[in-house]
């Protein structure tokens, strides 16, 4: 078995759901990031390395970088493998789209390799297949922003229908306290049905929230970051959930909720110095009560998966 070539890539966090819209809107971050390098292999097999020290499977099946390769390279047919090197940064089970930036990462890295043979939609479709492995459901709300970058609005995923979503350039605040969620449980104890006054509530967040991202209306978009079906059950599973939003809104951050499936918190915000103030006000809240935490203070990741970066 020969390496034929090789890059590294940088494969950015995710914001999955953006509050109110569950499996169908994401955001990519500048931080935190994970670091892969993929080699292209002239056998068909794909094997995976950890280097970071989390137990992550190296099996291909179970792997998140693993599974979307196998079923690349079972497409491709041509003889062709992958051996590759995950550095995580971004911490399994904290919400940042741990999972999703392994697949993503992989595939983007995977398809350089091959010159571009597969598209974006593609990529999407092979990397959800991480998706699967991860949380037991195929779902691309971490895996679209973080191929395409900036918002994405995933419509549909059967057939698959991604709309990127112009964003003004805003600041956003992370904390994640150090506890893990399990996206597979965080699914779990949702409600399987929902009231019909809710959803209507919730639709009208959702137009409210793309278009107050299209037309740059920075009261709308605060506004519209309400979610009436989902934080009121996952929000119990994170200490300090609502003290954390209260203050981060008197601090003057537009808004913000659960990332993904949490446990991490995000807020926007217009100005990096309210960004910041935020940031205080999360340090406060999980030092008082003795957790745990990261924060981070970022923006919006344009990019997305990042070549040779
Ligand atoms: N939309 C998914 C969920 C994202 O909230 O379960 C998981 O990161």
């Known amino acids: 078995m020969n390496i034929i070539k090789k890059i590294t890539v940088r494969s950015p966090a995710t914001v999955a759901n953006l509050v109110c819209g569950f499996d169908v809107l994401g955001m990519c971050l500048n931080a935190p990031y994970d670091t892969m390098e993929v080699h292209l292999l002239d056998e068909q097999k794909v094997i995976i390395h950890s280097t970071d020290g989390y137990p ?6 179970l792997n998140t970088a693993g599974a979307p390769l196998v079923e690349m390279i079972g497409e491709l047919n041509a003889g062709i493998g992958f ?35 597969f598209s974006k939609p593609d990529l999407v479709r092979f990397a959800m297949t991480g998706e699967k492995v991860a949380s037991g459901v195929k779902h691309a709300d971490n895996v679209a922003p973080c191929i395409y970058g900036g918002v994405t609005l995933i419509r549909s995923i059967f057939p698959l229908d ?32 929902v009231l019909l006054k809710d959803a209507i509530r919730q639709w009208g967040n959702i137009a409210g929230l793309v278009a107050g991202f299209m037309q740059n209306d920075m009261e ?23 003290e954390v939003k209260n203050r981060s809104k008197i601090a003057g951050a537009l808004g913000g909720g659960i990332s993904g499936s949490g446990p991490s918190i995000f807020m926007l915000s217009k100005e990096e110095a309210t960004a910041k103030k935020v940031e205080t006000e999360m340090q406060e809240i999980y030092t008082k009560i003795d957790l745990p935490f990261y924060t981070y203070v970022t923006t919006i990741n344009n990019e997305g998966v990042k070549i040779n970066p």
């Open 162 to 193: 991604i709309v990127s979503i112009p964003v003004p350039e805003l600041f956003v605040t992370v904390v994640h306290p150090q506890i893990e969620v399990k996206t597979a449980d965080a699914r779990q104890i949702l409600r399987k049905e």
């Open 56 to 61: 992550l499977p190296t099996d291909p099946m």
């Open 83 to 117: 051996e590759v090197m995950i550095n995580k940064n971004i911490k399994p089970g904290s919400g940042l789209g741990s999972s999703a930036a392994s697949a993503a990462g992989a595939v983007v890295a995977a398809n350089h390799l091959l010159g571009n043979v």
């Open 220 to 242: 709308l978009i605060g506004r519209s970051l309400e979610d009436v079906i989902i934080e009121p059950v996952r929000s119990i599973l994170i200490p300090a959930f609502d």
